[in-house]
């Protein structure tokens, strides 16, 4: 049973009764127990805490999935500022402009993550303050240095409890433009974890972990530490998936619970059956495997289909679907409802009703932050539009396919307008335009995972070659954004209001003009 107690009231209940007990394990790295959690928050919270006079403090964080990063967003809570998980593999323009748009007041990155800041230090906003995090994981120490002014701290009296106000900003794609920044309160992240399995869960053994190599950049890491805490769970973190370690990680840490985004299939493909020695019992999947029910069996697990958002947290899940095709119910709490999309075409479906789904939680569970508010879609009389066409099936829904300009690869959603607004400041570049390109399904079923397709048009003056503009594009675009195909076509589709028609893009089939950086040099015929 998951308590009603807020997190902070949890971890303050564990480090005055299970002082000793591990709060959070990195499983390439150190433990953290619940008595050196709160000592360490409650220290950085008093040098984080607002100063009379200032501007409205903004703490972003470019670290890697580590302990740290969940003490430093407490820290934040209980300072009663901002918090912003940056994604660290950002980095040159894209970095820069996720700080200034987020109106960063003070930064924190570890040795590791630092250099990043190098190549863009010029163009940092003036009054930065770039604090490095310096230590072994139980004992780090926060190291300041101020490009204009400083925030003086000093220990003085602290809170009882973190303002319930306490905000954490993600980064999510929205249904158009550039990434939006979403607000989310403690209360937000405390019901989105709650309310991650959709219900009915298994009675936790003592000592027993969740699994979690999502960065908090992604709202699955961003409420990991919640959805432990509240389960009286650890909270096992890897710096990011792997295939290789995976298992390993879950028996040596005896981890219960995990949640799998757009890898399952990867793990049923090479996995081994673990009898006897796996821990595991409930596992979140997103997309499912085509055979749930093989996975189960095979692993000796229980699988839960999750679909949500950033915005609403978790909205669909189904427990051991027969049918894998079937992505959930509403949780507890939820509206669903399909809407009609003018210009859409009708999308054959079992159910016959295909539209975009939209959705309507039960409480308030997000804003956006700074005016970020898409254009088109986003909240509309308390539901949200999900940018998603579903079919309904006998109350359950069906993913078919999106409507959206974002892009879903491996877990993340990826802004089209930001990946080409870089790549249009490339040598010979006069305009692009990307769209997620969705690869076949053994099983018939639209993918749910995406593989970036860039279309660029080439200015008058300049000759591009296809390879070495990938290769411009690898040095200025985070690994998981840069496209796996290019075609430099002489011009861009358009709708009649003159805009790109991304859908008259994504029906362009893939040809021997289009260059593929994962197809062996030797095949290629560009």
């Known amino acids: 049973m998951i308590p009603h107690e807020s997190l902070w009231d949890v971890i303050g209940r564990g ?35 607002q100063q009379p006079g200032q501007v409205a403090r903004r703490v972003a964080a470019v670290l890697p999935n580590s302990a740290s990063v969940y003490l ?50 010029g163009e940092l ?58 607000r989310l309160s403690s209360r937000s992240i405390q019901s989105y974890a709650t309310n991650l399995f959709g219900g009915q869960e298994p009675a936790w053994t003592p000592d027993a972990g969740y699994y979690s190599p999502w960065h908090p950049g992604h709202v699955l890491g961003a409420v990991a530490l919640d959805v432990a805490v509240l389960r009286g769970l650890t909270l096992v973190l890897r710096r990011k998936f792997s295939r290789s370690t995976f298992w390993a990680d879950i028996i040596s840490y005896h981890c219960e619970a995990t949640t799998l985004v757009a890898v399952a299939g990867d793990l049923r493909a090479h996995g081994e059956p673990w009898q006897g020695r796996n821990p595991l019992r409930l596992v979140g999947m997103s997309p499912l495997v085509e055979d749930v029910r093989d996975f189960e069996r095979y692993f000796g697990v229980e ?61 308030v569970t997000s804003e956006y932050d700074l005016g970020g508010e898409p254009a088109t879609g986003g909240w509309e009389d308390g539901w949200f539009h999900t940018g998603d066409l579903f079919a309904e099936i006998g109350g359950a829904y069906s993913f078919v396919g999106r409507i959206k300009d974002s892009i879903r690869r491996h877990g993340r959603n990826i802004s089209a307008d930001d990946l080409e607004s870089v790549v249009r400041t490339l040598p010979g570049v006069a305009d692009c335009a990307c769209v997620g390109v969705s690869g ?60 790109v028609s991304r859908q008259a893009l994504r029906q362009v089939p893939l040809g021997s003009e289009t260059y593929d950086r994962k197809r062996p040099a030797e095949l290629r015929t560009t």
Not at 74 to 90: D, I, S
Request: with cysteine; proline share 9%; charged share 20%.
């Open 15 to 49: 480090a005055r009764e299970t002082p000793h007990r591990h709060m959070i394990v990195e499983a390439d790295g150190s433990a953290i127990t619940y008595r050196d959690a709160l000592e360490v928050v409650l220290n950085w919270s008093a040098g984080l805490g």
């Open 72 to 121: 430093l967003r407490l820290a934040c809570g209980q300072a009663g500022v901002t918090f912003l998980a940056l994604n660290p593999l950002l980095e040159g323009s894209v970095l820069r402009d996720a700080i200034v748009r987020s109106a960063v007041t003070d930064l924190v990155v570890s040795r590791e993550t630092a250099g990043s800041l190098t190549a863009i230090r």
């Open 125 to 182: 906003p003036p009054g930065l303050v770039v604090h490095t995090l310096e230590g072994d994981g139980d004992s780090d120490t926060l190291r300041t240095k101020s490009y204009g002014c400083a925030h003086p701290g000093s220990p003085g009296d602290l809170a009882e409890h973190p303002p319930e106000g306490s905000q954490v900003v993600l980064y999510t794609s929205g249904t158009t433009g550039p990434a939006k920044p979403v």
């Open 303 to 363: 699988v839960v289909s999750l679909y949500g958002m950033t915005e609403v947290g978790t909205a669909l899940t189904a427990r051991s679907p027969a049918d894998s095709r079937i992505t959930g119910w509403p949780v507890p709490g939820y509206q669903c409802r399909l809407v009609e999309i003018p210009g859409v075409d009708a999308v054959a479906s079992r159910a016959g009703r295909v539209g975009e789904l939209v959705v309507r939680p039960g409480f």
């Open 440 to 499: 076949p399904h053994p099983a018939g079923r639209p993918a749910t995972d995406d593989e970036i397709r860039i279309f660029v048009i080439t200015r008058p003056d300049a000759v591009l070659d296809p390879e070495r503009l990938m290769a411009r594009m690898a040095e200025c675009l985070p690994a998981f954004m840069l496209p796996r195909y290019l075609d430099i076509v002489p011009d861009l589709p358009r709708t009649l209001s003159g805009k």
